[in-house]
């Protein structure tokens, strides 16, 4: 069994022997895009070459990139931890054509790779594309079709609609049709009682789009048209814990390779065991997908504070701390103790981590003592307003009390509403949003 890191470096050689440029991933903080806090897709770092207005040379690259979702359109952040898949921080290795190769070089060379290298099964295979709209002059792509016949059945290509297969990073910008490329890992039996292009795009745990290849011809203007790129662009992307989990026999991206090093320096530190406790899994898991998160903002730049990208990263680690603190019994600090595994599993992959170890190590004990200095004050007040509200038969706390523990003691609102939600309560959003304006 391939490990991780072993995935993540066949992918990166299969690509430097296509004659592909391997590159360093980008920040995962963004510095110079007023439009995005945080690299969310491969693509981010590119968009000027797509635009036509940097130098495009080298044509082909290939790289695996650190993306962080927690805002905006794409936001994950409450699933974390409570499913087997979602995370904060995650990579997503990718190839890139600028004007070089299109439909065609992609799907070859993603097949190649699949197939040939990593020996998926390709009966397991199934692959949509775009199925057109008329209501924006945009046609089926027939194209893409036609290249995949070389590879698979007839049966095994879907059409898929604007929102699963027209690719677009936000209302304005590059985008275009896309393939994806779907595995069916269930088993012989349940193959055989249903076949797997019913359950594609069906959220079936099992069925799980792999690797989105992405033909970028457009470029989405500001009143909703359409103008055709300069020059044709791929952009793929394939998420690599998904892939890891995959190609192990996992059936949650946390049982891989990736996440089992910290999992098990958590136990060893707290000593609980995962796999026996839903909420000690959950809070393991928070805190192992967290961890990956902060430490790599922080090699990247970009400290926790109460502004802007910095206090998106200040919630995340309250969250974790939170959930340390509640579950895994850790009335100290816990997450910087993991920052050696974590730069022990992906240092070789990304030299910042080992680079900024010691700061990393430095900030997050500091943020975690400091705000553990309050979370057992603002926790036991927060209790006794749940308490009052139970006792007065009231399921919603009201935005005053909210903004005192936001104000007092650093509880960001979601960390409020996260603890009034497992208790069956609800918090009053406007009333805290008043008095926060005040």
């Known amino acids: 069994m391939m490990t991780a890191n072993e995935i993540r470096d066949s992918f990166k050689k299969f690509f430097e022997s296509k004659q592909h440029t391997i590159v360093p991933s980008a920040p995962m903080v963004i510095k110079d895009d007023p439009t995005l806090m945080f690299t969310n897709a491969g693509m981010n770092q590119w968009k000027d070459i797509i635009l036509g207005t940097r130098d495009p040379e080298p044509r082909r690259r290939a790289d695996t990139q650190k993306c962080l979702r927690v805002s905006g359109k794409h936001n994950d952040l409450e699933e974390v931890g409570h499913d087997t898949y979602h995370h904060t921080m995650f ?246 103790q993991l920052v050696p595994t974590l730069v022990h599993e992906m240092g070789d992959a990304f030299p910042e981590l080992k680079a900024q170890q010691q700061l990393i190590t430095k900030v997050i004990k500091e943020e975690e003592d400091s705000f553990l200095r309050t979370l057992d004050k603002g926790i036991s007040m927060l209790d006794k307003a749940m308490a009052d509200l139970k006792a007065q038969g009231k399921n919603q706390l009201d935005g005053v009390q909210a903004f005192r523990l936001f104000d007092t003691y650093g509880f960001p609102l979601d960390l409020t509403e996260l603890i009034c939600r497992e208790n069956g309560f609800t918090v009053d959003e406007e009333q805290f949003n008043q008095c926060r304006c005040r």
Not at 133 to 154: S, T
Not at 158 to 179: L, R, V, Y
Not at 199 to 224: S, T, Y
């Open 91 to 336: 990579e997503m290795l990718g190839n890139w054509s600028f004007g070089d190769y299109f439909k065609e070089g992609a799907i070859d060379m993603a097949w190649e790779y699949l197939v040939d290298v990593l020996k998926l099964n390709p009966a397991d295979l199934y692959v949509t594309v775009f199925e057109g709209d008329p209501a924006e002059g945009l046609e089926r792509d027939d194209e893409a079709e036609q290249y995949w016949l070389k590879h698979v059945p007839a049966d095994h290509i879907i059409n898929g609609n604007k929102h699963d297969n027209f690719w677009e990073m936000g209302d304005t910008g590059p985008c275009g049709p896309c393939s994806e490329i779907h595995v069916d890992s269930r088993t012989p039996e349940e193959k055989a009682k249903k076949p797997g292009r019913e359950l594609v795009n069906m959220d079936d745990p099992q069925v799980i789009e792999i690797w989105n290849l992405v033909f970028m011809q457009f470029n989405r203007k500001a009143d909703g048209s359409l103008e055709k790129l300069a020059m044709n662009v791929i952009d793929t992307g394939m998420g690599f814990e998904r892939l890891v989990r995959m190609l192990q026999g996992k059936h949650s991206n946390y049982d891989t390779d990736i996440f089992q090093p910290i999992i098990k320096a958590e136990e060893q530190i707290c000593g609980l065991k995962y796999g026996q406790k839903e909420e000690t899994d959950v809070a393991m898991r928070v805190c192992a997908d967290h961890l990956r998160a902060v430490s790599f903002s922080i090699a990247d730049g970009q400290l926790p504070s109460n502004a802007k990208a910095g206090y998106v990263i200040r919630r995340i680690l309250r969250r974790a701390v939170r959930y340390a603190y509640t579950f895994l019994g850790q009335k100290d600090g816990f997450l910087y």
